[in-house]
């Protein structure tokens, strides 16, 4: 799996893993539950991970979307 984004930002989150499971690209959010260990503060920030193979496509519809700006380089 690659990493495609990362963020503190829980409505960004969100927006990308909708925008991703409406182009039919399954993503899994990683480090979701450390909000407990930084008291929900988030200081720890969330990563949005694809398969190899979906990885550019996934990477056009977050751009699409208007949120090309939070992708990680690879």
Do not use: H, K
């Not at 989150?13 to 991703?20: C, G, H, R, Y």
């Not at 539950?33 to 056009?60: F, H, K, T, W, Y």
């Amino acid at each position: 799996m690659i990493e495609i984004m990362r963020t503190n930002d829980a409505v960004v989150l969100s927006f990308a893993q909708s925008l991703l499971r409406d182009a039919g690209i399954e993503c899994l959010v990683a480090d979701q539950n450390m909000s407990v260990l930084d008291g929900s503060i988030g200081i720890l920030p969330r990563r949005i991970l694809v398969v190899d193979e979906d990885a550019d496509a996934a990477r056009q519809v977050l751009t699409d979307g208007g949120i090309g700006n939070e992708i990680r380089e690879s």
